[in-house]
């Protein structure tokens, strides 16, 4: 499959039936059994036949699988059958229960996104879950990091705000995805409320007691701003670099 029907299925997926689905997931199932036994097959080059191409399917089908066990637990929520019941389980013990891959983890961020799915403004985000575009980690994100700035945004912010979150997660996942507040904050936020945000920062600044760890060497724990992160790393890069002695 190529371009939207390598991600999203294609039109032609839309129209199949829950039996139809059923059958071809038991197939894709049977088709990754044993796979490492005939991945010499594929060629070592770049191309759509080769190992790369091969990984890039893999890992397609992979994000289609977690975003369809959002869209199999929205179902349930809908239905009141995640929850509650005989088995008294909570929506995420339900998810674990009934997924075994989450009890190593997972099961939280497919709640998070799956309860962030019922409501309207997170459309573009499911959106591009449902394309293959955003893994359901960095969905999770992108909802955390809309919901604690949206009460800051300016009038009509909000859709540019999603749109900017979605991207970074795309191309750098969670981490680059927290990286942008600050400037989201600073191009579409109130006015003062980056200044306020920044002014807020720094009550939380403090360096705790020493601990001992008991091996004869103590733990610190510090908490630092912005500007404050920036200083002591450029002091610490300096004395931490390598001096290198002849001898």
Known sequence: MEGNQQRGGGQAGHCL???????RIAAAREALQGLGSVAWQAPSGGG??????????????????????????????NRGVSDGGSAALTTAQWVRHHAPSTIAGGAAAIVSVATAFGKRVNAPVREAVEAGRLPVKSAAVVV????????????????????????????????????????????YGRQDVLQDQQSMGKSFIRLSQPTDTGASTFEYRLTLDVEGKAILEAALGPLSAPKPVDG
Not at 17 to 23: C, K, T, V
Not at 48 to 64: I, K, N, W
């Open 48 to 77: 759509a036949d080769g190992l790369s191409g091969l990984m890039g399917e893999v890992d397609a089908l992979g994000m289609a699988c977690d975003a369809s066990r959002v869209a199999v637990l929205r179902e349930a929520m």
């Open 144 to 187: 955390s990091e809309a919901d604690k700035l949206r009460p800051l945004l300016a009038d009509g912010a909000e859709p540019h705000v999603l749109e900017g979150l979605i991207g970074m997660a795309e191309q750098h996942g969670p981490s680059g995805c927290r990286l942008l507040r600050d400037g989201l904050i600073a191009k």
């Open 17 to 23: 039936s829950l039996a139809e689905r059923r059958q």
